[in-house]
């Protein structure tokens, strides 16, 4: 695969796929412009659900599509300053030694990613069945924050409890970690649910997530990073902004389009259809969000 | 007792007795509910009896605001009343293996 440059980049952006300006202060104000002051500009990339052991006929090349897509990221150039998968990284199985093997193999496929700083959280496939012990055992804690080129990034876990909440101890945990930053520090949520109640009957939510953004509420440039409804979606509560990423693995239908949350079907003409992975690009007052295909059609 | 009040007594218990709601039982096993599709009318009390054959499984209908964790070796009782007529989906809210996504039904309610 040949990789991609810049300006090759933004040209597929524009013609085959979707650039998003996300704006963290929508309008061009002096005190946006001020705000972006001195702050580096720098991109990452966001991949999601990928259940790395799914079979089934929605996707035949279930084994082939993430090697193609870690591929893909490893065209890029430049490389990005880190990658984040925002959960679902493998499929659920009853089988405890099962969920371990897979979760080994998909630490030696991402291990093959030229770009090292990689950063992790779980989705409900990896952690619902067992609260996140093997995600742990494999990938660390599943609640996290790091601070990269004046943003800070918060990974939330909604997952590890079965009826996809995150809980009162980590709630607390989210408050004391927002209490270091300052009213329009730049914040960037990752997490694997919506927080917002997107479509509660396909339980596309989290059921606390309601005091999760009421923490973040205060903060003037927060956005949000998720997976799990295999999609794009863009969203806004107040200020906030939530961006769903497409899945590595199928594509589910819109939110109450279809009477079931069934994936949709492969096309042979069009393989990878609805697969893809983002780029978020990180300028003074806005990301930029480019959605690029699993591999090239 | 006077004679007068002995015999109001029963007509009163008439008048005051409610009908017993219906009850509906739904089970849930992975990775699905039976029935899937429950027909109700509008007004009518009913309590939904929940079960489960196998795992703890959820049950979340958020358009009638109803939500039930069904635990193992419990009947979940859950009393309501639909008020206005429609298709209202459910679905289990608890992940409960690889084919959680696939356990949802609706209940509909006849005016």
């Known amino acids: 695969m040949q990789p991609v440059d810049r300006r090759q980049f933004l040209k597929i952006a524009g013609l085959g796929g979707v650039v998003f300006a996300s704006g963290l202060g929508c309008a061009s104000t002096k005190s946006d412009m001020a705000y972006g002051a001195g702050q580096d500009e720098f991109f990452f990339v966001q991949l999601s659900d990928t259940h790395w052991g799914f079979k089934g006929a929605p996707n035949p090349d279930a084994e082939g599509t993430l090697p193609k897509a870690i591929a893909a990221v490893n065209a890029l150039d430049p490389q990005p300053d880190f990658i984040v998968f925002t959960g679902d990284l493998t499929h659920t199985t009853d089988d405890p030694a099962e969920r371990r093997r897979r979760m080994a193999r998909f630490k030696e496929l991402i291990g093959g990613l030229k770009t090292q700083r990689i950063r992790l959280m779980p989705g409900e496939h990896d952690a619902s069945l067992d609260n996140g012990a093997a995600f742990k055992e494999f990938f660390g804690e599943t609640h996290y924050s790091f601070d990269h080129k004046g943003v800070h990034f918060i990974a939330l876990d909604n997952v590890s409890d079965p009826h996809g909440a995150i809980g009162d101890e980590q709630l607390a945990w989210l408050k004391s970690d927002l209490a270091t930053q300052k009213p329009d520090g730049r914040i960037v949520v990752l997490t694997h649910r919506p927080l917002f109640p997107l479509y509660p009957q396909w339980d596309w939510a989290t059921k606390d997530g309601a005091q999760a953004i009421a923490a973040l509420m205060p903060y003037q440039h927060v956005t949000v990073f998720y997976g799990h409804i295999h999609q794009e979606n863009h969203f806004k509560t107040a200020h906030i902004e939530h961006h769903s990423a497409k899945s590595l693995i199928f594509p589910l239908p819109a939110p109450g389009s279809t009477p079931k949350r069934v994936p949709l079907a492969w096309d042979p003409a069009h393989p990878y259809r609805g697969l893809g992975f983002r780029e978020v690009e990180a300028e003074s007052n806005e990301y930029k969000l480019t959605e690029l295909p699993v591999a090239k059609a | ?111």
């Open chain 2, 1 to 111: 007792m006077n004679r007068r009040l002995f015999l109001l007594l029963p007509l009163a218990g008439a008048a005051w007795a409610q009908p017993e709601p219906r009850v509906i039982a739904i089970r849930a096993k992975k990775f699905e509910y039976m029935p899937a599709e429950i027909e109700l009318k509008a007004g009518e009390p009913v309590v939904l009896e929940l079960t489960t054959e196998d795992v703890h499984m959820g049950f979340d209908a958020p358009e009638l605001g109803l939500h039930a964790d069904i635990i193992p070796g419990r009947v979940v009782r859950v009393p309501f009343t639909p008020g206005k007529p429609g298709s209202f989906e459910f679905a289990c809210d608890v992940f409960c293996g690889s084919g959680h996504e696939d356990m949802t039904g609706v209940i509909k309610v006849a005016a």
